[in-house]
């Protein structure tokens, strides 16, 4: 009987686990090795006496990208990772009290922009209108498929849609045009962020993210996101694959052009050929021995001050996802993405699901999460001093603007920093979604998912193409797999 091709995936994040999964079901030997104690990279879950906490992502989009995955391999997503859509989708707080609803029944969405600025609806459906346009143009020409080269993606049709997304125009200006009221103009831009970008110099095309959540639907699987990952380890494992938690790899081993093995601190793994799921930059500068390499010195996304905050009681009025949103969006862009600093007045997004799944904490209790845009580690912020008395003062602006009395109902609460994501999940310079989506960084000028010289060595993840994001990683893991399959076939 011919020998199966062994493929070792270094990293057990959403990229990691699908790849393996569908490698292993193709006839593949798997072994994934993940440094951590339990799946997921940035989209894991940990639970704390009984609060648990998506580490994370915590909105779910694109729910066809997941059924897609999983079916490769048998697998049912929607009856393994059961999930509900949210309505409203999110509530935007201003500093004068005002507030704005956002919600993918459009009707509710429309009521809620009447009611903050007369008149402001009709802008909202010619805008909504192209966001849903940049969305099918760029799931049809620009990530749906694999970009084979630089030639494959200079064809007439994509040259256009780069065109008519809006590629070369700036979101927040876009906005602005469309809407009177800044404070609107800011609320249908800054979903740029989700992706690290400043809506005032991001592509417009990025609107699409807007139909993502409101023509589609924001998502959570019961159980958190978290659910995710734990579905995609017991998919590697049903289809033969093995994984190794708590195994970091430190180095490969090379005979000319080829990986012949990967290395921990007391293993050795042989491989056919290997998939680098940890981000791609550390996996040049630190893995291969490339610090040099190319996106080593592209531009990162900023990063984010995470709170985990274990609260013995409930807010009834808090939905499950909130922003507070600064005074002057573009102000406070400018000291993350151009000063390197946290802002005087930051953007604050809420996430609470215990009322959409109260297993998320204990009875009555809540497992607020809270993430505060930031820089990476090329700030000027100094995380190991500065990050106690930073989460103080946030928890202090929640409490005056939102949640009062939440100081007093915080059993603990836990932090995560740039300086975490860099030591824990190897993320170049703490930039918590990878490498940045300029326009020149995308496409084909994103890193390859293979090496140029090393031919069995693939990546997939958000640092390679096609993007960032749960279900941008998902579609990278299946083209990285299509690609092994026609270069290296089992
Ligand atoms: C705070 C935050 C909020 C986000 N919110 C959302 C959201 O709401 N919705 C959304 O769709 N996306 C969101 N994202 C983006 C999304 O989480 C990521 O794009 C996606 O999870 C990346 O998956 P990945 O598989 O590419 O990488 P990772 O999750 O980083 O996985 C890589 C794995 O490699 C492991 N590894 C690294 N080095 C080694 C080594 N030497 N040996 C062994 N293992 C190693 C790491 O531990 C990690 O588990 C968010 C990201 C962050 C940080």
């Known amino acids: 009987m011919k020998a199966k091709r062994q493929a070792v995936v270094v990293g057990a994040g959403v990229a990691g686990l699908v790849t393996a999964a569908q490698l292993a079901h193709r006839g593949y030997g798997v ?52 999930s509900v859509r949210l309505r409203p989708n999110y509530k935007l707080h201003y500093p004068d009290g005002g507030t704005l609803l956002v919600s993918s029944v459009l009707s509710e969405t429309l009521a809620s922009l009447e009611r903050m600025s ?22 049809r020409e620009f990530v749906g498929e694999r970009i084979r080269s630089f030639g494959d993606f200079l064809t007439p049709s994509k040259i256009k849609g780069l065109f008519e997304t809006g590629a070369f125009k700036t979101l927040a200006r876009r906005a602005q045009q469309a809407f009177k009221s800044p404070r609107i103009a800011g609320a249908f831009s800054f979903q740029s962020m989700y992706l690290g970008m400043s809506p005032f110099t991001s592509p417009l095309l990025y609107r699409l993210l807007l139909f993502t959540e409101l023509g589609e639907g924001i998502h959570y699987p019961m159980g958190g996101i978290g659910a995710l990952p734990r579905a995609l380890d017991r998919a590697v494992r049903a289809n033969g694959g093995a ?17 012949t093995a990967v290395r921990t601190a007391d293993r050795r793994y042989e491989a056919d050929l290997v998939v680098m799921n940890a981000d791609l930059p550390y996996v040049y500068g630190t893995l291969l021995g490339e610090p040099n390499h190319r996106s080593l010195r592209m531009r990162h996304t900023p990063s984010a001050l995470l709170i985990y905050a274990a609260l013995d009681r409930r807010y009834d ?23 390197g ?25 809540e497992s607020l999460y809270v993430l505060v845009p930031a820089p990476n580690l090329s700030g000027i912020t100094d995380w190991a001093t500065q990050t106690t008395e930073l989460a103080e003062r946030i928890l202090g602006m929640i409490e005056a603007r939102r949640l009062p009395g939440l100081r007093a109902r915080i059993r603990f609460y836990k932090t995560r920093t740039p300086l975490d994501f860099h030591d824990e999940l190897n993320l170049n310079i703490g930039a918590a979604f990878g490498l940045s989506h300029d326009v020149l960084q995308i496409g084909p000028m994103r890193p390859d998912n293979r090496h140029a010289t090393i031919e069995n060595c693939y990546f997939a993840g ?3 193409r096609p993007a960032t994001g749960v279900p941008l990683v998902t579609m990278s893991a299946m083209q990285t797999v299509e690609r092994i399959c026609e270069e290296m076939p089992a």
Do not use: K
């Open 31 to 82: 072994t994934v090795l993940e440094r951590q104690s339990s799946p997921g990279g940035r989209a894991a879950q940990a639970t704390w006496d009984g609060y648990t906490f998506d580490l994370g992502p915590t909105l779910l989009f694109m729910l066809d990208v997941y059924r897609t995955a999983f079916a490769t391999w048998g697998g049912d997503f929607d009856a393994e990772v059961p």
């Open 118 to 139: 007369p008149g402001s609806s009709r802008g909202f459906l010619e805008y909504f209108a192209e966001a849903a346009e940049a969305y099918e143009i760029s799931r």
């Open 243 to 259: 994984i190794h938690y708590d195994e970091t790899v430190t180095s490969v081993e090379r005979e000319g052009d080829r990986i």
């Open 317 to 339: 009025d808090l939905l499950h996802h909130e922003f507070l949103m600064p005074a002057d969006l573009r102000a406070t862009c400018n000291d993350i993405f151009d000063r």
């Open 341 to 365: 600093a946290i802002p005087d007045d930051p953007a604050i997004y809420l996430c609470a699901p215990s009322g959409t799944d109260p297993t998320i904490a204990p009875p009555g209790g």
């Open 462 to 464: 958000a640092s390679t």
